[in-house]
């Protein structure tokens, strides 16, 4: 039994404050959220598509309906724009950046049936073309997904933000509908490159101490990493991992996917976190000469913050993988400290791993 824990208060997760909104979507392979049939928008203040425009800072809002007898859990958001943009969901700031050639990703946590996506869509300089494109794949509670898309639905003023324009409570009915300036397959900005899913960079290749110089013994090695988060609601995950020779990915012991590639990583969408206590577990294999595994952990939490994981030698390891290993509960306290093989991008497995895209 786990006993080096102090396991914290159940918190309220969707299906607490919605009862028929229970969370029965699993763990399953990441679904990307594709630019292809969405459009870059502003607010038709220069009438020519893909126009030059004045420097300025403009608002775009959409509200999005849950379709009946659904319930929304997360939501994953690629976004371009010229130049610049932040993003709000439900009134919170989700994140900031800009570039019209390579997307950005970010992930949230909704509400069930009703939520407001808000953006201040920033043009940097003068006489340029503005604009903003993005997709927001939403998960429902029954593991259905849709895909929602900047377009001529949007709403949107010509003239600054006003005051708390990202709040929910703000009326934008008489706001002008967003101007079309062009979709992914055509428009003055050219190919767009989709964002990875989560980085590697930053991350570690580990394995247990019995990895010298980069080779362990032929055989199977479990992992383990416990966030016990008593002051926020844990929602959803999204994992990046890779493994030298293969993996099984475990959370709060039930099987999320497996793998066997060093070039390849696999992602995955885990939409039915515990709202305070969960445990990331790995059984991964040796085949002989380098080990390692390597992941990237995103959580996402109610209030629209995020908190990245990384492997590295705050995870646990055990040589003797015992029966349970994966289960919340087991007590890893005796376990070692993983051993840090090195850093993405370390010699023996170098940068060239390829990562899905967002």
Known sequence: MLTHYTVCARGQNIADTTPTCKVTATPRAFQPALFNVSKWIWTGENPVPGGNNIVSTRPLRKNITTPCNKCAVCATIVIASDDASTVYVNGVRIGSGGTPNQGQALFVALQP???????????????????????????????????????ESWRTLPAAPPANFQLPSIDDSNWAFAS???????????PLALPPVLPLRGSNWIWTTDNVNGVAPVGSRAFRKTINECAKVAVCATVLIAA??????????????????????DAYTIPNLHPTFNTFAINATNDGGPAGVIATILITYRDGSNETLVTDGSWKGIQKIPQG???????????????VVGAYGIALWGTGMAIPSA
């Open 244 to 265: 030298d020779n293969h993996y099984t990915l475990y959370i709060n012991g039930g099987v999320v996917g497996s793998g066997s590639s060093y070039t390849v990583a």
């Open 325 to 339: 290993f994966e289960l919340p509960m087991t007590d890893d306290s005796g376990w070692e400290n993983a051993k």
């Open 180 to 190: 079309v300036q062009g979709t992914y397959q055509k428009s003055v900005w050219g």
């Open 113 to 151: 049936s009703w939520n407001l996506f808000a953006i201040a869509g920033q043009n940097l300089f003068a006489n340029t073309p503005a604009g903003i494109m993005a997709t927001i794949l939403v998960h429902f509670s029954d593991g259905t997904t849709e895909s929602f898309i900047t377009d």
